[in-house]
């Protein structure tokens, strides 16, 4: 038995597939590679995998991880060169290495790491530092058809701007999440403007050891809790 | 109604572009993105022939299609010819699309539909016949052949409402009855021609199974044949099938076990317009079902056939194909079982699998309406079959029924209402009524008279008396406690007129999409009035194709042969009102005509 993490890559021919049918797609790329997962017990056998946060629809990523389970020890390289020659085009595995720990990869992810283009910041400046320096930023959510005001400033770790080129370092996973079409609402009401990203990318995700942020697929993430 | 001309005709591009912005917009945009595991792109500048099967509906439908897959893997087979797909936009897209002057694309490319050299469409139920004029529109082509020019593609259709192709014949520039496979090749050839759309389509009407409206307009089209594959095992099936990324109606892997049915059902085209029977060997469906499960990475396999009990050899095929499913941890669906000869053993089989819901269709109510339509199953074999599923645990149950078939009463209707009611009985005494609630569903639809069938000549009901019979049911069954589920009367009523209609009433089907009918089969979309306005803007009494024919009269389809002789279906009709059954093909030949094919199960006896 065992538990391989992989990273890869959802670029733009698959980034309009939703989480669950990119689930099921890495399910039937798994049994086209003729690897031998892992299955759940019961009455409905489900594939053993475990994928990270979610990315939105329309979102591109450098950095995608799951947690694949199969009933061998498999070498994460036969992984790499089996699963990866059944990927379809947009998805691309970057890497594999066998995971020891026992926190799967959608409980242990804290940070993501996004890019973006911003359209309607034009005549503004140093809009990044006006965003880290304000106490609050406030924008209404909707969930389960209700609506509260919130304050996404404690989400955002890091946020700058270069022209039109946007990044952010923000909270993410299990512990509160940040989407960054969500920071330019905030931004469109503070501004009083419409501001929207396009081309967002997920560009890195962070695990979290003893206070220091870190590859999923690091060493010390993959071998302690 | 405004004509559609797409931005990108002025220039010369082919791929169509579609910002992120308007995919983010609509439902579902994977239906519009393409890419997915199998799909195949060529290059346009170096591949000459171009085709596009198109599929009058959305994604999730088109791609359940098997036959789409068929073509799509024989065409792009060939080096000369490449075939992508072109399907329905939802009307969520639809509308960004005109709004952007984005016009229809195919998945593979986005190259605009009109760039193709043919797009063909499949015609698989009448209530598709106004998306495929709206999906012209939307290609910027004239819904209208003879308004078309040289420079627009040859719009073709096939599939089973091709046999009766006068209400589209002034649409579509040529048909193909019977079986795409068979002539595929020599169709592709003549476009490879690349000769202007007049000698193409002369060339095309010398091909078998080929009906050009245009050469009929100068009465140059006496009789056109259907064509068939002879021997289902030497035709091509896709090892490849492409894998949508979105779940679709059918998600699994589809082998066909065989075409046709030995039944002869009175009401069911299919039962006579694809005879005769024509069977694939075991050895080659395992070899197909192991394929098809290694390119895919499906979980289930499903058998594809109109009847799936009358496969001969289904003994065999099950066991070596639950061989196969358990050495790769998949599923297998059996549908289309009939109640009558459904075994104790073939039910323990599927049940290690899946104890899915069980679905019957004994479409009567009443044993004497059941010989009328030829429907050879007793109220005792569906009881003894209820009673072996129940014992052996199944616990959901759906039973399917025709309303207004010919010589019904309310004692028929009445009829339904027993059945359903003494297989709750047979649950209460042999299943497992302590632990679970037996879940059983009455499902009706309305009976529609079909081109090719003994019924050819019948009335449908009239709507009130559809309404009239649904509400007797109803108040049956809901006395009884019974799940109920109809189809909407006016969708049956429109079927009814369309199913035999002539080349006058595609005036009217042109007419009712240029009111904004589209997705007719989709409840939300059905639009009942539009339609009727449309029949009376243009002169058409819809009880003219509802009523009973006359069997003197000839009737639109007469020109199509599809083996099956006239004559035998009078006689059919003869027996129906007679109360009087016919054997099934395996059981005597009533020399119905279909042997003209020389192949099938008309020559089974000689090889045995």
């Known amino acids: 038995m065992s538990i391989i993490r992989i990273k890869f890559i959802k670029g733009n021919e698959v980034k309009f597939i939703s989480h669950l049918d990119m689930m099921n797609t890495f399910q039937r790329a798994i049994r086209r590679a003729g690897l031998e997962s892992e299955y759940s017990k019961g009455f409905n056998p489900q594939m053993q995998m475990v994928f990270g946060a979610p990315l939105s629809l329309g979102f591109t990523s450098e950095a995608e991880y799951a947690d694949l389970s199969f009933v061998k020890d498999y070498e994460p390289e036969t992984i790499m060169e089996k699963l990866g020659a059944e990927l379809p085009s947009g998805l691309d595995l970057q890497e594999a290495a066998v995971r020891k720990s026992n926190k799967n990869i959608m409980a242990d992810i804290s940070f993501a790491e996004y890019t973006f283009v911003i359209k309607g910041l034009e005549d503004l400046n140093d809009v990044g530092k006006s965003i880290m320096d304000c106490d609050e930023l406030m924008v209404e959510k909707t969930r389960n058809g209700k609506t509260r005001k919130i304050n996404i400033k404690p989400l955002i770790l890091e946020f700058e701007t270069a022209g039109s080129k946007g990044r952010l370092l923000a909270v993410a996973g299990n512990s509160g999440n940040l989407n960054p079409r969500l920071l330019s609402e905030a931004m469109s009401i503070k501004y009083d403007r419409n501001i929207e990203f396009t081309d967002i990318n997920r560009s890195r995700q962070f695990v979290e050891r003893n206070g220091v942020k870190m590859n999923p697929l690091a060493k010390e993430a993959m071998e302690t809790k | 109604m405004q004509l559609f001309m797409p931005r990108c005709m002025e220039g010369n591009e082919m791929s169509v572009y579609i910002d992120d912005k308007i995919l983010l917009g609509v439902e579902k945009p994977a239906r519009y993105t393409g890419g997915e595991v199998n799909s195949i792109i060529k290059d346009h500048e170096t591949t000459p022939i171009k085709f596009a099967f198109c599929f009058p509906d959305v994604y999730e439908v088109a791609m359940s299609h098997l036959g789409g897959q068929i073509l799509y893997s024989i065409i792009n087979d060939r080096s000369d010819a490449l075939c992508e797909r072109i399907f329905a936009p939802w009307t969520d897209m639809e509308k960004a699309m005109r709004d952007t002057g984005i016009p229809l694309f195919s998945l593979e490319t986005k190259t605009s539909a009109r760039e193709f050299d043919c797009l063909g469409f499949t015609l698989q ?26 420079d627009d593609p040859l719009v073709c259709a096939g599939g089973p409402c091709a046999f009766n192709p006068e209400p589209l014949a002034d649409v579509v520039d040529f048909f193909l009855i019977g079986e ?24 095309l009407g010398n091909i078998e199974g080929i009906y050009v409206p245009a050469l009929r307009d100068e009465n140059r089209v006496l009789k056109v044949k259907k064509v068939i594959i002879k021997d289902l095992d030497t035709a091509p099936y896709p090892e490849k099938p492409i894998v949508p990324y979105i779940n679709i109606v059918h998600d699994r892997t589809m082998i066909e076990v065989f075409r046709g049915c030995i039944r002869g059902c009175r009401f069911c085209q299919a039962g006579f317009i694809y005879r005769p029977v024509r069977e694939k060997t075991p050895d080659l469906l395992v070899e197909e079902a192991g394929k098809k499960l290694d390119s895919t990475g499906y979980d289930d396999i499903s058998l594809a056939s109109l009847s799936t009990s009358d496969y001969s050899k289904l003994g065999e095929l099950t066991d070596r194909l639950l061989e196969l499913t358990n050495e790769k941890n998949t599923g297998l669906s059996l549908p289309s079982l009939r109640a009558d000869n459904f075994s104790m053993e073939l039910m323990d089989k599927v049940q290690k699998v899946r104890k899915s819901g069980l679905t019957f269709a004994p479409e009567a109510g009443t044993q004497r ?12 074999e569906m009881l003894k079959t209820a009673e072996i599923a129940f014992k052996g645990g199944w616990t959901t149950m759906k039973l399917y029924f025709m309303l207004g ?22 649950y209460r005494q042999h299943g497992n009524a302590s632990k679970k609630q037996l879940n059983l569903t009455v499902s009706t639809a309305f009976f529609v008279p079909k081109p090719f069938t003994p019924f050819q000549w019948e009335a449908q009901i009239t709507t009130e008396e559809m309404t009239k019979r649904q509400q007797y049911l109803f108040d049956l069954l809901k006395k009884a406690n019974i799940k109920y589920n109809w189809h909407d009367y006016k969708l049956s009523h429109l079927e009814g007129i369309i199913s035999r209609g002539d080349r006058k009433l595609g005036q009217a089907i042109i007419k009712a999409w240029e009111k904004g009918c589209r997705f007719d089969g989709w409840a939300e979309y059905f639009n009942y009035t539009k339609w009727m306005e449309a029949f009376d803007e243009c002169g058409i009494d819809p009880l003219e194709y509802t009523g009973e024919r006359k069997e003197s009269e000839d009737l639109p389809w007469d020109f199509i042969d599809i083996g099956v002789r006239k004559k035998f279906l009078l006689a059919e009709r003869k027996s129906a009102y007679e109360n009087a059954t016919s054997p099934n093909c395996r059981e005597e030949c009533l020399a119905c005509g279909a042997a003209c094919f020389g192949g099938g199960v008309c020559f089974e006896h000689n090889q045995n």
């Open chain 2, 125 to 150: 139920y009448e209530m598709s016949y106004t998306n495929i004029l709206n999906m012209l529109d939307l290609s910027g082509i004239k819904v209208r052949r003879q308004e078309r020019s040289q």
């Open chain 2, 180 to 203: 795409g496979e068979e002539k595929i090749h020599s169709i592709l050839d003549v476009l490879g021609k690349k000769l202007g759309k007049e000698e193409s389509l002369r060339l």
């Open chain 2, 369 to 380: 309406l059941r010989d009328v339509i030829n429907k050879n199953v007793t109220e005792e």
């Open chain 2, 405 to 426: 078939l010919p010589t019904e009463t309310l004692e028929d209707v009445k009829g339904i209402a027993d059945i359903a009611w003494k297989i709750k009985q047979v």
